[in-house]
């Protein structure tokens, strides 16, 4: 397991045999490799991953609006308007890390923070799992913005939130999250 001062979740045993895991690369940000995996009917395969540590996404209300950040994203070269979100730093919970990315990225702190989902993403290449927060009784604070982060705040009245997430180019993340906080009763 990487120790890079980021949290990664160690995996469960295998329930089919594992005969070799390489890591072919670390670049720093992410780890890449394959399993070379016995499957069921005695055949074997290399199945490649990469692994990003564990991130959360914040759904943050204040005054009937949600708290989304606009950027652009040079790997898709589009602009985005996102949830805040960010790495979950080693030893931090999901709430813990979701709290101190809200006031970095969006100028706010919180007065209560909850988890409202857990999920693996992309299951079929990556080991990244992602956790998504509720915050609410925010204040704002000064942000604290890492030096590759430009990012302009926005908010989005909750009745509205679900569309302008929805509305391409958007991400799964700020999908998922508003997804979950609607599931909840939260917008």
């Not at 790495?87 to 100028?107: M, N, P, Q, Y």
């Not at 000064?142 to 909750?158: H, Q, Y």
């Amino acid at each position: 397991m990487t120790d890079d001062g980021r949290r990664h979740e160690r995996l469960p045993d295998p329930e089919w045999r594992v005969l070799e895991s390489e890591t072919e690369y670390d670049t720093g940000w992410f780890t890449g490799g394959y399993d070379l995996v016995e499957q069921p009917n005695g055949t074997t395969k290399r199945y490649f991953w990469a692994e990003l540590a564990t991130a959360v996404v914040v759904v943050a209300v204040a005054d009937d609006h949600v708290v989304f950040v606009e950027q652009y994203r040079p790997n898709i070269r589009q602009t985005q308007l996102e949830l805040p979100a960010g790495v979950v730093e080693k030893g931090e919970s999901f709430t813990d890390a979701g709290v101190r990315e809200l006031r970095e990225e969006a100028g706010f702190a919180a007065d209560s923070a909850s988890v409202i989902g857990d999920v693996w993403c992309s299951t079929g290449v990556l080991r990244h799992r992602r956790g998504f927060v509720f915050a609410e009784g925010l204040t704002p604070v000064e942000r604290d913005l890492d030096d590759n982060e430009f990012l302009s705040v926005r908010a989005v009245p909750v009745e509205e939130a679900i569309e302008w997430a929805t509305e391409p180019p958007t991400n799964d993340a700020t999908v998922e999250g508003v997804l979950f906080a609607r599931d909840e009763g939260l917008l």
